[in-house]
């Protein structure tokens, strides 16, 4: 731990902005495995699952925890996945 007092709370801010981030991806990640899976097995809320997903990549680039070209980059690789899996 650091001596100075600036750098300890530095420190526990970018802890909790790191678990925070964490949890934001994960949903992320979750989001677009439910997608792609409801996809291949054609589920009828394939849709409302591709929905969900781009809501979660919006709301993490809007939050900064994704870069808007990253967000841009996953949302249209799940669609390019949905559109070849239908």
Not at 21 to 30: C, D, E, F, L, P
């Amino acid at each position: 731990m650091a001596n100075i007092k600036s750098k300890q709370k530095a420190i526990l801010s970018n802890e909790k902005a790191n678990a925070r981030n964490s949890a934001i991806k994960s949903s992320v990640k979750t989001a677009i495995k439910k997608a792609k899976l409801a996809a291949q097995t054609n589920d009828p809320k394939a849709a409302e699952y591709s929905a969900k997903a781009h809501h979660e990549i919006d709301k993490a680039v809007s939050k900064g925890v994704l870069h808007q070209n990253n967000g841009a980059r996953k949302a249209s690789r799940l669609d390019a996945f949905i559109a070849k899996n239908k």
